[in-house]
């Protein structure tokens, strides 16, 4: 058989997919033989095999594959969590070159004014009144809640002591409350409530806490990212002072229902109205205070924006406090006549009288406040929380 004995030969090039020589000793051609090339990829085609005549092939069928097993419950990958932001740097409230500028405290009222009211405690029944009044409005400010409180203070424009307000509000109930009291900045682009409340550095904002916190985390990872004040209390700023920061109401309201279960109480610092954040914090809140300066053109848009509120749902207006905030020592208009006009659109209003201390407009210090201020935010205060207690 002439070259009979070389199919052995052609089946294994064929399998090996190359067209190499024949193997060694299978009586192929005594002619040269080029070297043999480097074998192809596998193809993807089932292999043929050259049977003993030449003329017949055979296929050989690829291997199957194996088949795709089902994972169990273990074995199901988890998604990966997205990742957290990088930390920001701390940021000075201040500029070093700027709190050089400012001068000494003063008290919110000159000693001779102090002196004299002095005596007249002495001298009458007035400091018993003073004792009684104090003690009831601690026992309103320390009712227990059952769900964290949030109270939204916001302004028709600036200047108004909005966030003078928010400071002596969060003040308040950190002092009189045990449970931790938490104050928002929701006013990112001219915010001062950290200056206020004399905060040093800054470092994490709202808008950052919103893609952080997370529903397991406890009180003390949460307050980890936020600025410790006095008293059982925590800032969070709206921003690190930056120009044109901005906050969306998505971000703010994934933050606000996310801490609310750590706080007894929040209070937001929020733009004038009518920013959109403004109108959102106002309408989730469970009370609202509208700050309002003690002037003609401060009492009279004031009072377009209560009849306003007249023709939305009635809790709204309800539950709503004006605080109107004399600017000077003898403002031009009749205060208490003007929150009369202001009380019979069915909103509750409170005067915050001139003091030393606000107007300097630097960190707030309560020692240093004038006794009819300190008593004044505790009535507010109060006021504000009971009406927070009966929207639930």
């Known amino acids: 058989m002439p070259n009979g004995d070389n199919w052995q030969g052609d089946v294994l090039r064929d399998l090996r997919g190359a067209s190499g020589p024949p193997a060694a000793g299978t009586g192929g051609s005594s002619s040269p033989v080029p070297p043999a090339q480097p074998a192809p990829p596998a193809s993807p085609t089932p292999h043929t095999a050259t049977q003993a005549s030449g003329t017949e092939r055979m296929t050989v069928p690829p291997t199957p594959p194996a088949p795709a097993r089902t994972p169990t419950p273990t074995q199901i990958p988890t998604p990966p969590r997205p990742r957290r932001p990088s930390a920001p740097d701390s940021r000075a409230v201040v500029d070093s070159a700027l709190s050089g500028t400012a001068r000494r405290p003063q008290r919110g009222e000159p000693v001779a004014v102090r002196v004299t009211r002095a005596v007249r405690r002495i001298v009458s029944s007035s400091a018993a009144r003073e004792v009684a009044e104090l003690t009831r409005t601690a026992e309103a400010l320390q009712q227990p809640v059952t769900t964290g409180r949030q ?20 003040t308040a109930y950190a002092h009189y409350r045990q449970d931790p009291v938490l104050l928002v900045e929701a006013d990112p682009a001219l915010g001062s409530l950290p200056l206020r409340l004399g905060a040093e550095t800054l470092r994490w ?20 990212y936020l600025v ?8 969070l700023p709206g921003s690190q002072g930056q120009i044109g920061a901005m906050l969306d109401t998505s971000a703010y309201e ?4 996310a801490l609310r279960r750590y706080f007894g109480v929040t209070v937001v610092d929020c733009e004038t109205l009518p920013a959109e ?40 207006i309800d539950g709503t406090v004006v605080v109107l905030s004399s600017t000077v020592a003898r403002p031009g208009i009749d205060v208490e006549a003007a929150a009369e006009k202001l009380r ?10 001139y003091d030393r201390h606000l107007a300097a407009g630097g960190a707030l210090r309560t ?14 205060a109060a006021e504000v929380f009971q009406l927070s207690q009966k929207r639930r």
């Open 151 to 170: 109270i939204a203070v916001t302004s028709i424009r600036g200047g108004a002591g909005k966030t003078t307000v928010a400071a002596l509000l969060g």
């Open 367 to 380: 020692e240093l406040l004038a006794q009819p201020t300190r008593l004044a935010a505790a009535r507010l």
């Open 228 to 235: 410790q004040l006095p008293e059982n209390a925590w800032l």
């Open 277 to 316: 954040v403004a109108r959102v914090a106002l309408s989730a809140s469970q009370a609202r205070v509208l700050a309002a300066p003690a002037t003609l053109d401060g009492v009279t848009s004031t009072y377009a924006v209560l009849q306003w509120m007249q023709g939305l749902p009635r809790h709204m």
């Open 254 to 257: 994934r933050v606000m229902v």
């Open 205 to 224: 904002t709202t808008a950052d806490l919103a893609d952080i916190v997370e529903p397991q985390m406890s009180l003390l990872d949460v307050t980890g």
């Open 344 to 353: 019979s659109t069915g909103a509750g209003v409170q005067v915050l009288p």
